[in-house]
């Protein structure tokens, strides 16, 4: 076996993991706080990328600029969706609300592409395109970043839950009744982790775009994102960066050998294989809280 | 039209346990049924093969649906993955030589035998964890059909159907390929209205309304979710292979993919949930609504008023889409059989307001 070839796996899996944590961290942000699975995640991304590609690459503004943007328009945009869509479903069956936001998913894909053209455009952020080569190990420097930038946006995430906003919203997430009673405006909260959920959008749509092309298929990251969350736990932050890493070097190590005896394609397996035996074993994952019914 | 529930008096439970105890929905229903028989005759072939048959049979798919989610309230969102496997076990039987009858029941049972398998994710859990895991086994049937080249005659391969009889009738035009859809449509839809008035329907609901309290009132939730997911999976194989039979007459691994499964849960919710009636709206809205409106889109382009794009028409059918569930879901959670119901209700007293039972 070559084992610079799996050092090289792991290490780039590690990293796309990671990139994957920058998807799935807006999930857990919002399941944490209002208990919706948003699985219009994919195609927040997707529109965030193309408004940091409509201010930098349409109008021609510096990168900086446009990240401002994106951030800000992206943060309304969350707290818009909370606004208009999802405060009409609170109480609602669970099967509502994840059809609304997979309705949610199918405008926004329709949406983006068809006013802005399907075919991909590129982000240009300067990175250079050489790989950083150690010893035999090829290393993609965007996936580097990615990865780095990933790690640095779920620290922050962590540290947000330590400031005072954040521990409103933790409270919120604990009980919805109990932190009205102690003046917690839970609305707002919601509405922040929408927003903040935006903002992670805009991390993960800037550095997937320039990975892969801004189009539509930056939604389809929401399906190795949700085995991320499924995995991790879904209201647990530090269950991102576990799971993003065990779900980014498994989804790159085992296509890696597997692939080319099959004919590809291996990598969603792996992935629906981590969904599916995380919900047949432990259902609220590694760091997720478990949730007791009551008749 | 006028008062239509006046002179009925039920003096026996038997006359109010009808399917319609009703005169007039009786009578409606009578018209929509010869209509429905005499569509070959009353329609061209371009409406009847492309528009009538296609409805009828994502209207099975979405009543065999809505048998799971609706009445058994098991979330499923990989059934397009079902009725793949139904599609795919008839063809090889129909090719095998195998009658298209029994084909029909190998797909079924197929189908049925897989789709316990995505039930034994559904004794463990529910709701979110449901949908994640039944969509996790939709890319995992589908990948095992696109890479077993015995399956799907290679990658990127189309199986085209076989000359097959029914009943010794050869399957070959379009009136008997409509007929053919019609009556697996009829079947699931009866099987279906009786279902919901019979015992195990009922223990169904229970086990929808609350697994636990199922329970302890002696309905067993293992077996009734296990039965539900028999059920429906054999309900949708077989309508996958009509549907590869009858409309597609070929099939591919993409015509089964995630996006289909959405589609169907779409037409379920937007039909309304556990409604039969909405299997049939809700499977004509979302299958007919995007080619209207790129028809119209097409139309207004063609007029050049303003510039509309190709690629903007392109997109039209999944946005509008999108809108629809979003828009049915805020604005009617019930679903278009909600919105039929208000309607008939209306009418049932109509012209006096007042009189509502």
């Known amino acids: 076996m070559d084992i610079a070839f799996l050092i090289e796996l792991t290490i780039n899996g590690a990293l796309t993991g990671l990139m994957y944590g920058l998807v799935a961290l807006g999930i857990v942000l919002i399941y944490k706080s209002s208990g919706v699975p948003n699985l219009a995640q994919g195609a927040m991304v997707m529109i965030a990328a193309y408004l940091v590609w409509m201010v930098a690459g349409w109008l021609g503004a510096p990168v900086v600029v446009a990240l401002l943007v994106a951030v800000l328009g992206m943060f309304l945009f969350g707290m818009l969706t909370e606004r208009v869509l999802l405060r009409r479903m609170v109480g609602q069956p669970i099967i509502m609300v994840v059809m609304l936001t997979l309705g949610l998913e199918s405008l926004l894909r329709g949406l983006g592409p068809g006013l802005l053209g399907a075919a991909p455009k590129s982000l240009d952020l300067g990175i250079d395109m050489m790989p950083i080569i150690v010893g035999d190990v090829f290393i993609n420097r965007e996936y580097l970043i990615g990865g780095a930038i990933g790690a640095l946006m779920i620290g922050l995430a962590l540290f947000f839950f330590r400031t005072r906003l954040g521990t409103k919203l933790l409270a919120v997430s604990d009980d919805h009744v109990s932190s009205w009673s102690v003046g917690i405006s839970v609305e707002r909260a919601v509405a922040v982790s929408w927003g903040l959920a935006g903002v992670a959008a805009v991390a993960a749509g800037v550095m997937w775009g320039s990975v892969q092309g801004v189009d539509w298929s930056l939604t389809t990251l929401l399906f190795p994102a949700v085995a991320v969350v499924i995995l991790g736990g879904l209201d647990s932050i530090h269950g991102v960066l576990v799971a993003g890493l065990v779900v980014g070097i498994l989804g790159s190590v085992v296509p890696g050998y597997v692939d080319p005896l099959v004919g590809g394609g291996t990598r969603d397996v792996v992935t629906s294989l981590i969904i599916l035996l995380t919900i047949l074993f432990r259902p609220h994952g590694i760091f997720g809280r478990e949730e007791i019914e009551r008749v | ?357």
């Open chain 2, 1 to 357: 039209m006028f008062y239509r529930q006046s002179g009925i008096h039920h003096t026996r439970y038997a006359a109010t346990r009808k399917l319609w105890p009703l005169a007039a929905d009786r009578r409606l229903l009578g018209g929509l049924l010869a209509l429905a028989l005499l569509a070959p005759l009353l329609l061209p072939e371009l409406y009847l093969n492309s528009y009538l048959a296609p409805w009828l049979i994502w209207t099975a798919a979405a009543l065999s649906l809505t048998l799971l989610m609706g009445i058994a309230g098991q979330l499923h969102f990989g059934f397009a993955a079902v009725m793949a496997i139904g599609a795919y076990t008839s063809i090889h039987l129909a090719r095998a030589g195998v009658p298209f009858e029994l084909a029909l029941v190998g797909a079924g049972l197929a189908a049925a035998l897989i789709g316990c398998v995505f039930g034994a994710a559904a004794l463990r859990v529910k709701g979110l964890y449901l949908v994640m895991a039944t969509l996790a086994m939709q890319y995992l049937v589908s990948w095992v059909i696109i890479n077993v080249p015995a399956i799907s005659g290679g990658a990127q391969a189309t199986l085209a159907t076989p000359e097959v009889r029914l009943l010794f009738i050869p399957l070959d035009g379009d009136t008997a390929l409509y007929y053919t859809a019609l009556g697996w449509t009829l079947s699931c839809t009866l099987l279906l209205l009786n279902i919901k008035r019979s015992s195990v329907g009922r223990a169904l609901v229970a086990v929808r309304d609350k697994d636990f309290a199922a329970a302890v009132i002696g309905v067993d939730p293992l077996r009734y979710k296990l039965l539900a997911f028999f059920t429906s999976s054999f309900l949708g194989g077989v309508s996958g292979a009509i549907l590869a039979f009858c409309y597609y007459q070929a099939v591919t691994p993409e015509q089964f993919g995630f996006n289909v499964s959405i589609q169907l849960v779409a037409m379920v919710l937007v039909g309304g949930l556990g409604s039969v009636i909405g299997a049939y709206l809700g499977a004509g809205f979302i299958l007919l609504l995007p080619i209207v409106l790129t028809n119209l889109l097409a139309w207004v382009a063609g007029l050049e008023l303003f510039p509309v794009s190709f690629n903007l028409i392109a997109h039209i059918p999944l946005m509008v889409y999108g809108a629809l569930i979003i828009a049915v879901i805020l604005f009617e959670p019930l679903g278009l059989a909600k919105i039929y119901d208000n309607i008939r209700k209306y009418f049932l007293v109509w012209p006096f307001r007042h009189a509502q039972r």
